[in-house]
DNA sequence: GCGAAGCTTCGACGCGGGTCGAAGTCGATC
DNA sequence: GATCGACTTCGACCCGCGTCGAAGCTTCGC
């Protein structure tokens, strides 16, 4: 890949070489365990993401340096965590344009098709049903690209002992986040982890071990009848 | 870049792949090129890039592949448009998270920072400002991380000749798209789009041939300040 | 039809970089 | 301060792929 050297005329953020730091199966895998928000020892990554120690080193320097990850000094470990929601939505993003255009079905795939975490919110199939029941009920509204909460909305999650407050956040209120899966929006932004969080603490959705993937569980499917009025979409 | 044999735990679209798509400067070099919505001949966009047709060719077989990029036999020519607005929505997503923390000056950067197209808006300076002036004047209203445009703006687009239907399209309204060199939103979607048309055949700004690069013309200061009240940010 | 133009394919070259084991470093623990 | 554990650095190996010139193919123009 001999760089060139004149001047880049253009897209002078170094795009080509953010790109490469993304163009390595090991480091996607670690960025993907990384996605659900948690942090994580060097060796742990590792270990998740099937190389040696001295791989994942070799990359998380990469990974640092692209500013994807941070790291911090916890004892004699080091802790891995993605630097912030706008490098788990690039990967979104990514995700949406790379994802092949006749769906080759994995069962594996199936299970995050159907409901997982993006960072701190739902998406999949269930992220999207439940966008679409809080629109039927006049709960959210479409505006533009985003969306714009009811009242009511903020009500029921406070009465989930997850209360959003309505100012005073650098994070926007809600967001549309697309969904490569589904190929439409489903809810983001401080609003969309407030959902995401009644669901988890709710034991509605149960995360499944060593993936984002998420199993709606039988309490799940009742509450969600109750509250949201909300046909379950897929038995999973 | 030994390719995992085993089964992508998750990511199953496959992002790696896409992002080696994007790891090369020559191929960065040609979407660039392309960036400005507009159709080139293989040959054309060899030349702009700086490479070989032999080079060009196969990298565009690369392009192909990934989607990113749609040929259309013409004549003896292959003419070659980005594959859609997505596209340059990714990339220009990959853009701000690629700006160097300490902002490296460059004087062939500075015009494209103040005012250049975004696939087919305003982005820069220039952009945000027209942005936050249309807020400021109410034309605009912010909703999440979109715009609603209210119906003065609508009559004022048309008035200029660049009437907007609001309904009956499958491309929203307006949506927000993130600048890399201002880190703040300035207006897309069909809107943006119109803006920009607005601003294009008004000659309020050129085209800086080579790059996607605007200049603001001095009828383009007047009309600023006479039609958006709006100072102008920066002699560029 | 014949030549030329536009583009792709082929072949050869060279370089960047991903991989792991082993050795080295630093901090924690007793 | 000796030992263990977590992590990084080093060295060696090898493979993928970007690059261009030349040759081949198709389409246009006269």
């Not at 669901?199 to 799940?220: E, I, Q």
């Amino acid at each position: 890949m001999p760089r060139r050297t004149q001047p880049r005329s253009i897209q002078d953020p170094d795009v080509t070489s953010l790109a490469a730091v993304l163009a390595d199966a090991s480091r996607i895998a670690m960025l993907d365990v990384l996605l659900d928000r948690k942090a994580y020892a060097v060796g742990m990554l590792a270990r998740r993401s099937r190389v040696t120690a001295a791989t994942a080193s070799s990359h998380l320097r990469r990974l640092v340096d692209a500013r994807l990850v941070v790291v911090t000094a916890v004892g004699r470990e080091r802790h891995v965590r993605l630097a912030g929601p706008e490098v788990a939505e690039v990967l979104e993003r990514l995700a949406v344009l790379a994802v092949p255009p006749r769906p080759r079905l994995s069962s594996r795939a199936a299970e995050l098709r159907f409901a997982r975490t993006c960072y701190d919110h739902l998406a999949g199939t269930l992220g999207v049903a439940v966008r679409m029941a809080l629109v039927d009920r006049g709960w959210l509204h479409a505006t533009g690209d985003s969306f714009e909460p009811a009242p009511a909305l903020f009500t029921w999650l406070a009465a989930h002992h997850h209360p959003v407050p309505i100012e005073g956040h650098r994070r926007p209120l809600s967001r549309s986040c697309l969904d490569w899966s589904e190929r439409v929006p489903h809810v983001a932004g401080r609003i969309g982890t407030a959902i995401a969080e009644v669901f988890l603490d709710g034991a509605w959705v149960a995360r499944v071990r060593g993936t984002r993937a998420l199993r709606l569980t039988a309490r799940g499917r009742r509450a969600l009848t109750h509250e949201l009025g909300l046909r379950i979409p897929i038995p999973a």
